[in-house]
């Protein structure tokens, strides 16, 4: 286990190191920060790589085979009713202990926290029960993705316009650490049932649908409840002048984080109880194995946020505010894109959703050809916010065309890219984006004078938004590589050539290049 722990702080080692290079860069460079500021985001990274390495093993241990588990009773049950009920139940509970969704929740005071949590975890519910019916039921992913997405536009029109991005990005905070691993998992373990030639493809594409859910649900909030006036609190960088006030910060904040992921962790380990007692599907040294998994997933999650909230924010807050309101400002747009690139690779569930794309695929889609997708995507959704929120253009004009692309996407994409496309979507926008990339956007706005209500939410949205075009743009190229290859390995194999499988297993990650 030892041996399994270091490997995985060692990934995570490789994933955080290049970003924190272009922020020490950054801050000899164009931005001179305060030495305390930079300690404590150099602890605030080695906080991170310790519970990330704690949270992808605990997830593997843990969440990922209790999702399955659970995703297989629920086919096996001969009531449709109770499929129902479980689903809406576990999007519900899972979605209320999602850390991400807490944080956002606090940061919308016209509207009390525990009622907009409530609406985007109902929104979760609700669109777990669609995302598990639709594989039972072999329901194409994209006719409900078009109708879902033409809905939300539509209810948006009727919206506060101050409260639209605030529900665009409640569709990115709900897929957080805590949800994406169960669900992915849960999808997997659904679709293992079905013997037919699509439930490969329809294991993904739960996430997609549990992040339209909180959109559509949060917009008509903002439409029938007028949360109008809303207003955020900028991020207040705190004076670090010695080491001791930096330790004195993470203390301080520590307790905060242990008491939220213990009640996000709590409320799904009762829920596993229940289940275990009612199904007894598990052995004894699977759930000893499960256990083992809770502990390192809690962990990792409290080090991981700890580090996170207290160590990249402020100086997220602080290089997006001096760079803005300096004459260089438009050098925000290429340094975004470069931190986007490798920031994607910092987010725990990427790391999950990349291992099970490559597993799901037999390597047909490996882990690097998603990193590399991913970073693409997120390096072109942080240069089009930055020009966004420094030109003061609406997020509709682009979310709209945006999607529009990705939806038309979907017709011509093998349909297994465009369920981890979608889900990617959600994946992408975890806690790296509202702990570092959010403040960058809040200081940014603050700097060009703009609002952050409008301007500085949003980001989500776009960083969820990205992926769904790129991963798919992959996809296309696969689809038209293997219809260029069937017609070689016919001939192949009507040769007898013992390696006519090599033809359609190509190397994509050269074919790239």
Known sequence: MNKILKEKIMEAFSSVLPITAIVLIAS???VPMPAGTILMFLVGSALLIIGMGFFTL?????????????????TRSKSLFISIFISFIMGLIITIAEPDLQVLARQVPSVPPMTLILTVAAGVGIFLVMAVLRTLFKIQLSILLIIFYIGAFIISYFTPNNFIPVAFDSGGVTTGPMTVPFILALGVGVASIRSDK????????LVALCSIGPILAVLLLGMFNKPNGATVESHVVPVVETSRDVVKNFAIEFPHYTEDVLFALG??????????????????????????GFVYTFIGLV???????????????????????????WILVPLSMVIGYFIVAAEPAVH???KQVEEISSGAIPQKIMNRGLSIGMAAALAVTMVRILTGISLMWILIPGYSLALILTFFVPKIFTGIAFDSGGVCSGPMTSTFLLPLAMGTCEGAGRDLMTDAFGIVSMVAMAPLIVIQLIGLIYGSKIKTAAP??????TAGKKDAGVIVDFDIEEYLK
Do not use: C, W
């Open 303 to 329: 080090v991981f946020l700890t580090g996170v909230n207290v160590g990249f924010i402020p100086v997220g807050q602080f290089l997006g505010f001096q760079l803005a309101s300096s004459p260089f400002k």
């Open 267 to 292: 409320a799904i380990v009762v829920f596993f109880v229940i289940f275990q007692i009612v199904s007894r599907r598990y052995k004894r040294h699977q759930i000893a194995r499960i256990t083992i």
């Open 352 to 354: 999950v959703l990349n």
């Open 198 to 205: 699509n439930s490969q493809n329809d294991s993904f594409g």
């Open 28 to 30: 000899i460079v164009l």
């Open 58 to 74: 605990g997830a593997d241990m843990s969440m990922i085979p209790m999702g399955e588990g659970i995703g297989i009773q629920l």
């Open 488 to 493: 070689k390995l016919e001939g192949a194999e």
